[in-house]
């Protein structure tokens, strides 16, 4: 798993970086955000507590390109944008989270029966163009359709809003032959507000994954390893 490196990351990147993995509901006071860019910068700048020059106008660039957003937010404060927050291919994400989350879809996409028996992969990241794009699109053993959302480590109850879209852009959309649309959330790590929004909505279930890494000496049957 590669390791992030802060002090090599762009700071608009580090923004995004410490509002999606630092902060639980994606948002900070202004304040805190450029005390964590001052932070992640290399040792001579942090000794002069020197803060990269127009990170205040970068932060309302970020607002105007749809990146950041102050809606429903007391003043200072910044958030993700919801659609930003989904996926952004213009904006470089850690390594390793694009590679845990991209694996995941890609693990679960290749048999989606281990989400749950007679599902049947549709497509995999399915772009609704005007909703946002689905990580698996799915039909059940009753052709009705499932969508699957998935979220690296602990997520918060916004990704319940997320789902709610996709299946209501699914309903008006595709389910013309009186199709039935649920929803299910992967994650990793419980999150007792998300576990509260999907327990009142009974067309959502919550799942878990887990992540387990094995050391061994050599790989299994492994004629290479076995000549020694």
Wanted: proline share 4%; glycine share 6%.
């Amino acid at each position: 798993m590669k390791m992030v490196d802060l002090e090599k990351m762009r700071v608009r990147d580090l923004i995004v970086y410490y509002l999606r993995n630092e902060k639980k509901e994606h948002t900070a006071h202004r304040d805190g955000i450029i005390e964590f860019v001052r932070s992640s910068q290399p040792e001579h700048v942090k000794k002069g507590r020197r803060t990269p020059p127009g990170l205040t106008s970068l932060l309302s660039k970020l607002k105007k390109e749809g990146v950041l957003s102050t809606e429903g937010l007391e003043k200072g404060y910044y958030g993700l944008a919801e659609e930003f927050d989904e996926e952004d291919e213009n904006i470089e994400i850690p390594p390793y989270s694009v590679s845990l989350e991209k694996d995941l879809i890609n693990y679960l996409a290749s048999d989606p029966s281990q989400i749950e028996k007679g599902l049947e992969l549709k497509e995999k990241e399915y772009d609704t163009k005007s909703a946002g794009r689905i990580d698996l699109l799915c039909t059940d053993k009753n052709r009705d359709f499932v969508v699957i959302e998935t979220k690296k480590g602990k997520e918060s109850d916004k990704v319940v809003g997320q789902i709610q879209r996709y299946m209501g852009w699914i309903n008006r959309n595709l389910a013309k032959n009186g199709e039935n649309v649920r929803g299910i959330i992967i994650v990793n790590e419980f999150d007792e507000w998300l576990d509260y929004a999907v327990s009142v909505n009974h067309n959502i279930q919550l799942k878990y994954y887990e992540v387990k890494f094995v050391v061994r000496d050599a790989l299994p049957e492994n004629p290479v390893s076995e000549k020694f």
